[in-house]
């Protein structure tokens, strides 16, 4: 099993929506995600809840496949790269770890 784990930071506003409503809206959109891609085994999404600062991120994405080709499969998915445009406009910064359990 190969775990995907992303962390990103977002803007506190984009086009005049508020950091908090980016958020839930990016949350949502990701969590549709294993209804639309087979080779998504397990995902969760989890939102900060508290802290600031340089070494806090606001969401996080832990998602499991069952190999780096089903890694590969899901990351060129249609689905998985409309989500993609949405974080291009709000994320600062983006983070990953894959790892083989």
């Given at each position: 099993?190969?775990?995907?784990?992303?962390?990103?930071k977002?803007?506190?506003?984009?086009?005049?929506?508020?950091?908090?409503?980016l958020?839930?809206?990016?949350?949502?959109?990701?969590?549709?995600?294993p209804?639309?891609?087979?080779?998504?085994?397990?995902?969760?999404v989890?939102v900060?809840?508290e802290?600031?600062?340089?070494?806090?991120?606001?969401?996080?994405?832990?998602?499991?496949?069952?190999?780096?080709?089903?890694?590969?499969?899901?990351?060129?998915?249609p689905?998985?790269?409309?989500?993609?445009?949405?974080?291009?406009?709000?994320?600062?910064?983006r983070?990953?770890?894959?790892?083989i359990?």
């Amino acid at each position: 099993m190969l775990q995907h784990i992303v962390l990103w930071k977002i803007k506190e506003d984009f086009q005049g929506v508020p950091k908090s409503q980016l958020i839930q809206e990016f949350k949502n959109k990701l969590e549709r995600l294993p209804e639309l891609i087979s080779d998504i085994d397990h995902l969760q999404v989890f939102v900060n809840v508290e802290g600031e600062g340089e070494q806090v991120c606001d969401l996080c994405l832990f998602s499991v496949h069952a190999d780096q080709k089903a890694l590969q499969r899901y990351t060129e998915h249609p689905e998985h790269q409309k989500v993609l445009l949405f974080a291009k406009n709000i994320v600062i910064e983006r983070r990953v770890v894959d790892a083989i359990s």
